[in-house]
């Protein structure tokens, strides 16, 4: 397994221009020979059986309000809560393709990088959505796949231009004075600095970061998500450290700033600036990408992140209908890190 692989099945964890959005729509997402065979059909019946095979892409099912047609999510959907009540059928690294396939869906949502995933399913014939969920424009054009594949592209169209507005009302902000310099921590071992990933150049948090007025200290690495050394990161110098988490993140370790004190010496430890950040749409690529880019200014510029509402929903998003009646429990493969 990659180091790319490994983070990707963690976190697990999370953003345009329209120009760029028509550019990754060409290439960004597809579906499977065994959905395309099946378009016809599709086209006069929107898919009613629906498996979400990753948080970001339950969440943005249910932005759209169709929530009712999922019978089966990943682990770690936990938003919103009706969620909660489906079936888990696995992650990234662990899906469970019997209890997949027993559940007959008419149509299977996955990451980009859950391919052999898809070929199994494209084997029995299950019709496959693949999206592309790395930058800000590929979750833009994620909403309008997923709500084209759902027969709802007129509600995923206002959904993703709410988003956009959202992101152009930090990009078209003036140029900051100075830019912190920030590292993002997408995951490490409870308890100690083992284990450290951060975010590198063009990923979705990595854009979070710069459009929020910070520097991401490791936006220059070429792996997407890279594992990190204390000498890389003493090297670099944070000014600001930030680790997002939420309720089944670290298999429930809240992370505690006291475990950066090891690294005396860096900037953001000397002055107090080790937060953790309460969320876990701060590392979901999904539609309340708004409340992330709130919380990680609030961090970066000094202020104190505040919790969103119990009821507070992505912008353009209609409440989820409840859920569809959960079938029976499968049987599901270990527990893989948050993606």
Known sequence: ?????????????????????????????????????????????????????????????????????????SEYSDYPPEARRLPRLGGFLNPDVEAILALRPDLVIVRDYSRRLEEKMAAFGVPVLRVRDEAIADILVAVREVGRALGLPERAGALAAALEREVDSYRLRPEPEHRPRVLLVAGRTPGSL?????????????EMIALTGGSNVFGDSKIAYPKLSKEEIIA?????????????????????????KVLGTVSAVRSGRVHVLEGDYLLIPGPRLGLALRDLERAIRGAPAQAPAREERAPGASAPAPPAPSPPPASTAPAAPRP
């Open 194 to 206: 083992q284990d450290l990933y951060a975010p590198g150049a063009g990923t979705f948090l990595d």
């Open 1 to 73: 397994m990659s180091e790319r692989g490994r983070v990707l099945g963690a976190a697990a964890g999370v953003a345009a221009g329209a120009a760029l959005v028509c550019a990754v729509l060409a290439w960004g997402s597809a579906l499977s020979p065994a959905a395309a065979r099946a378009a016809p059909a599709a086209a006069r019946a929107a898919p009613g059986r629906v498996i979400a095979m990753a948080p970001n892409l339950t969440e943005i099912v249910f932005a759209l309000g169709a929530g009712e047609r999922l019978v089966a999510v």
């Open 236 to 260: 670099r110098d944070p000014e600001v450290i930030l680790e997002p988490v939420s309720a089944t993140s670290y298999a429930g370790t809240r992370p505690d700033p006291a475990d950066w």
